[in-house]
């Protein structure tokens, strides 16, 4: 992997997980197997463990590699279809995405819905075919760049539990109904979009798992999304070109705040490592998820404050200059996307009450 990450072919980025989208990196990734790398055999995958998976994301996120293309489909929605897919979903799907020629989008936040996502208001109506799809979703990362989005959306209407009536459908961007509004980031770059439906057909077949059933599959979703080493690396390569502008003398106050930074980055890799476990295990560790991203997301945030207080970005070298303003630009959105850290810490609390 190292030897792969040293041949280059791209620019060390702050945040280029959730950024950096370049599917002609995504497809050589793939070629090497490093795509789909724990899913059986016969859909393309290596049949490799949740703990090889990790060590490779760590070497990307360490490079600061243009990873976003794929970055949905390995990390969530290959293993949803694994779980709660048809088999003719699995092999239309995973095969492509282990390929990295298959992008996915995740569906879930409306702007009615973001924080409360029991109270989505797309509907999916039961015609002769499929499903007549009406509504809004926002924030969706990359749609304008992805061929499908797992959407939420309410088959039947609101009742008194929120939680019941919501279901999952694998969406065709492309497809007639739909329209693909990007929204610009901070920085100008089109990253995230408003995603429209208006009477919207998707076949039958394109239901996840079973009508009704969307609030279970959707939170175990949420693990995968919130537990991985991205949540804590997006600022990595800041972490590196400061330690690298401070040189092997960082003084005392550069060597404390390091030493700060890396027992924290230490213990929060080992809490992502179980979370990883767990899940390879057949568990639901949401509590733990949950934990890695408050504690991620706030650890991802501090490095940028670090780096300012120990090396003066005016003076510092191109390379810290640029991985600073994108760590800036790119911040504010580390502790919103995948849920935000109030809600996180009510998942917690609400855990540890039990
Ligand atoms: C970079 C980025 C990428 C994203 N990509 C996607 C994507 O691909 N797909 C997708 O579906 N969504 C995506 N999102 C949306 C993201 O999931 C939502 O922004 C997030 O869930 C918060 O929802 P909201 O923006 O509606 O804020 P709201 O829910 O309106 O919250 C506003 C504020 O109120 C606080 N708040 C709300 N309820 C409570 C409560 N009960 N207790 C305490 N505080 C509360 C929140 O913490 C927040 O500070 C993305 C967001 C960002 C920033």
Redesign the pocket.
Known sequence: MRAFLAEGGFETHCDAW??GHDPEFSRRLAERGWVGMTWPKRYGGQERSQLERYAVLEELLAAGAPVAAHW?ADRQTGPLLLHYGTEAQRQEFLPAMARGECFF?????????????ASVRTTARRVEGGWLLNGT???????HRSHFMIT?VRTSALGEDRHQGLSQLVVDLRGPGVSVRPIE?LTGEP??NEVVFQDALVPEERLVGAEGDGWRQVTSELAYERSGPERFLSTFPLLVETVRELGPDPGEAGARALGALYGRLSALRGLSMDVARRLEAGEAPNLEAALVKDLGTRFEREVVETARLLVPPDSAGEAFQRLYRQAVA?A????????????L??IVARGLGR
């Open positions: 959730l950024s949905i989008g995740i569906g879930m936040s409306e702007p009615d819905a973001g924080s409360d996502l979703k926002v924030w969706t990362s990359h749609a939420l980031l990253h995230f790119h504010p959105g580390f502790t919103l996307r995948g849920g935000t850290n109030e809600i810490r009510g």
